[in-house]
DNA sequence: CCAAAAGTGTTATGGATACACCCATGA
DNA sequence: TCATGGGTGTATCCATAACACTTTTGG
């Protein structure tokens, strides 16, 4: 029966979580000073290991959340890291996750003073390969991006057109045209226009919009298939 | 030092093959027939354990190697599973690689009896989760394949237009205009015409092609990028 | 009244699609 | 000679990209 199983060896897993943050100031990652050997003061992603009776994506959520009190979070499976001497105290087994968060969502503050947001140019040299994890999530968050409004999960339920824009020209690294990004988006029609205007980025104010999940979800199971950056070249 | 490690739980590791095969009937998938406890007999993905020493891309070699004698097949990684009862034995998590080849690379026989071919349309209940496993693949392969000439890992070096065009209507299973699959290929000069045909076909008979690494690398490293099948709709 | 950001249309270009006929050959 | 699959070119269309001025309002 499990004889077969018991011939084999067991070995520790880890969940690492790259979070993205955005704001006015653009895109930047969360990271969190260690506070255990190996590595102790070290920066690291947010980290911690499977438990047994958890599975994969509740291990993300459940570390997350105990290391900076951030809930609900929809979090996306990267990829898994196993090279035999990626960690230098034991063989650990890592399964990266990652999302894009608005960055007040987290708030740096006493009681978290281990965990930061850092500005994505300019990020320090993290553990293990954590560095390497992080490069690989750009590339997912911009292809990604690329073919679905994130944004969903993004800011508190309302936004402006040029809070979202700046959100697309941080996560490639290049200015869009306003107009075009505009039309684009807009002919969509995913998003709904609020009354209100939000205040805070000029003195005209700038009109909010929600999505409309339901329109979205409609459009997604018809097969549409959104593009919002042409991501011809990279 | 390590006692913070120890603390913790240490878990099984599999790694699962999903190796789409291409030949003039279609795609097929590579199952095998498990020879142990649980669900001895039923349809597998080829899989084993991941050992001590080895790193996940190393175990996935090894174990395909085992399981069909292939060899030096590209593998990539595609998800990691670990629902607490997705095995019924035993809690294992599994990483889930796949590949695409030639069918003609892996040939059924009687000392590889338990492992052959089946039809993608028509796939016979996997064990676990390992159906799920395919769709999720499937739908990887579709993607990368719409952004660049997979094809490289197929066939002995040397195809016609209308064996790659075949292979991409299968994954994308809808027909392809034969003039606008060659304008399009052809246009990206990655591919070189060689003096002989292929008789097999045809009575008249279609020039071999193969490709021509050091471009398609030096496109690449331009960044380039390919796009064969336009997926406005999926 | 001025600075600063929000908002708005049109044109040109290029890639994608649609489409039909001749060619070569083995049987 | 004919049936079968291989090979070729062009016209239309639509999405993308480029581009500049007016509006609003707080200071």
Chains 1, 2 share one sequence.
Not at 82 to 104: F, H, K, M, N
Not at 151 to 165: H, I, R, V, Y
Not at 188 to 205: A, F, H, Q, V, W
């Amino acid at each position: 029966m499990e004889n077969y199983y018991k011939a084999h060896t067991k070995f520790y897993l880890a969940v690492d979580c790259i979070i993205f943050g955005f704001d006015e100031d653009g895109l930047k990652l969360l990271v969190v000073k260690r506070d255990f050997e190996p590595g102790k003061g070290q920066w690291s992603l947010v980290g911690g290991f499977l438990s047994q009776g958890e599975n994969l994506d509740e291990a993300a959520q459940r570390i997350l959340h105990k290391l900076t009190g951030l809930e609900n979070i929809y979090l996306e499976q990267l990829a898994t890291y196993g090279e035999p001497a990626r960690d230098s105290a034991a063989r650990v087994v890592s399964i990266a996750y990652y999302a894009l968060i608005s960055t007040t969502k987290f708030k740096e503050n006493k009681s978290n003073r281990n965990a930061c947001w850092y500005p994505l140019n300019g990020l320090p040299n993290l553990i293990f390969d954590h560095n390497q994890m992080v490069a690989k999530a750009i590339l997912r968050l911009r292809r990604k991006a690329a073919s679905r409004p994130i944004g969903f999960e993004l800011l508190p339920a309302q936004f402006t057109l040029p809070q979202m824009q700046a959100l697309y020209e941080s996560i490639y690294q290049q200015q869009i045209d306003k107009r075009n990004f505009r039309k684009k988006i807009l002919s969509m029609n995913i998003l709904e226009k609020l009354p209100e205007k939000d205040m805070t980025g000029s003195k005209r104010g700038a009109y909010k919009y929600k999505f409309n999940p339901s329109k979205y979800n409609e459009l997604l199971n018809n097969g549409y298939h959104f593009e919002i950056i042409n991501n011809g070249k990279q």
